[in-house]
């Protein structure tokens, strides 16, 4: 039995859905435990691209037990979507679980985002308007709906109704926006509930009778470290704990069952909305990454602002996750470039840093120090494994580990399944 931890170590977008999908091939479960539909995952399997929103990543395999848990906030619209679309594919979700204590995204969640957002204007935090932030300030203001309460028609009927009486006192009198009705939420809520009785369990049971049986257990972050709530470029953050330290919490499993930490690391940098970003490029390098990478976002389409690799926030990242093991995305997007750049430190105010200022005024002021490599400048996409990278490829892997003080476990070439190669053995 060994279980693993999958994280993302940059501003998400690292390609952790293949990573996952690729080790799922040896896993017995798939567990996601954080985030909500604004953390969007492509796996690509003989071609074929599967865009997953809230589904777990090993979804695909029909002998894994696929778990959505407790740290996860539903919205149920999504979800069964996403099921309709995987079985017009013929892919089969029998094997998937949703935590009966997971918290439910509702329309007035949604419309909330939208108003925030554009309230504040030039300090939008640049959220996807799914409703997942207020989805869960309601959960830690205690006046959230669980996935429990969906079961439960009365129990939903009253605690909707009361829920939003007061959004709507608060979309009229504080955002002079409309109302929104009762009835029609209520009624697609109950048909939802219905639809999603089937995957509804207690999934901490579900993995507990896993691990003691012996099971290989992989969990799946959403999103990443520096859109950690606690530790992310706050408040240009998601609304929950992408870290690994949460895959526990998350999931409902205690803290001695994580074995390994695997810490997804895109040969590049990139973000997604706003905040800062030390090391993003605004010339034609920057161009040349996000055509070359196709660098727009999942969920919404948006451009991702670039930037070479940030070897020392992926250091600070393995710090705090615990990482040992590192998945290196995306390499084969470098090689059109003559040459390539690493930043392997921070300064500020010209004297070097060894941490990420918590505030953002003092973070403004980090400089990049940067490695320059040069670049292989060949087609590496039929490559399956170290040794047969070119030269310059494993020199600029070789320092990243060196930097990060972390292994390198699977290297990516591309973005089918058969593309990746392990450089160790992860599950026994």
């Keep these: 039995m060994s279980s693993i931890v999958v994280i993302g170590s940059q501003w998400g977008d690292e390609g952790k859905g293949k990573i996952v999908d690729y080790l799922a091939q040896k896993a017995d479960v798939v567990a ?5 539909s604004n953390a969007g995952h492509t796996v690509v399997v003989n071609d074929v691209a599967y865009k997953l929103r809230l589904l777990p990543s090993g979804i695909l395999y029909k002998d894994k037990l696929c778990i959505l ?17 995987m079985k017009e594919k013929g892919i089969d979700t029998d094997h998937l679980l949703i935590s009966d204590r997971a918290h439910v995204v509702f329309p007035y969640h949604e419309k909330q985002d ?22 869960y300030m309601d959960k830690y ?6 996935v429990c309460d969906l079961m439960n028609k009365e129990i939903l009927a009253e605690k909707l109704k009361r829920n939003l009486e007061a959004k709507n006192r608060l979309f009229t009198k504080y955002y002079g926006a409309e109302p929104m009705a009762y009835e029609p939420m209520l009624k697609d809520y109950l048909a939802y509930a219905e639809a999603l009785r089937p995957y509804v369990a207690d999934t901490s049971v579900a993995l507990g009778k896993a691990f003691d049986a012996g099971k290989n257990v992989l969990f799946e ?24 330290g949460n895959a526990a919490t998350g999931s409902g499993i205690g803290p001695r069952f994580i074995d390994h930490v695997v810490g997804v690391v895109k040969a590049y940098t990139t ?5 800062p970003f030390t090391c993003e490029l605004f010339d034609k390098d920057g161009d040349a990454l996000r055509e070359a990478g196709h660098e ?3 969920v919404t389409g948006r451009p991702r602002r670039c930037g070479w690799l940030d070897a020392f926030m992926v250091r600070y ?27 392997t430190g921070w300064e500020i105010d010209g004297k070097a840093v060894d941490y990420i200022p918590a505030d953002l005024s003092i973070l403004a002021k980090a400089k990049p120090v940067y490695e320059t490599f040069k670049g292989w400048k060949c087609d590496i996409s039929g490559v399956r494994s170290f040794e047969d990278l070119p030269e310059e490829a494993q020199i600029y892997l070789k320092r990243l580990a060196e930097v990060v003080g972390v292994e390198i476990g699977i290297v990516s070439v591309g973005p089918n399944r058969d593309q990746t190669f392990a450089l160790k053995e992860f599950f026994a």
């Design 32 to 36: 996601r435990y954080s985030g909500g």
């Design 271 to 275: 973000r997604v909305g706003e905040g």
């Design 221 to 244: 972050g959403a999103q990443a470290t520096y859109l950690d709530i606690d530790y992310g470029t706050y408040p240009y953050v998601t609304s929950s704990n992408p870290t690994a």
């Design 114 to 135: 939208e108003l925030q957002e554009a309230a504040l204007g030039d300090r939008k935090i640049g959220t996807t308007k799914g409703g997942i932030g207020p989805c």
């Design 317 to 343: 990242s393995a710090r705090l996750n615990s990482m040992d093991s590192l998945a290196i995305t995306r390499l084969d997007i470098l090689d059109g470039f003559d040459r390539i750049k690493m930043c």
């Design 141 to 146: 203001a205690r006046t959230g709906i669980r």
């Design 296 to 298: 727009y976002g999942t």
């Design 69 to 85: 848990g407790n740290g996860v906030v539903i919205n149920p619209r999504v979800v069964l979507q996403e099921i309709a679309g």
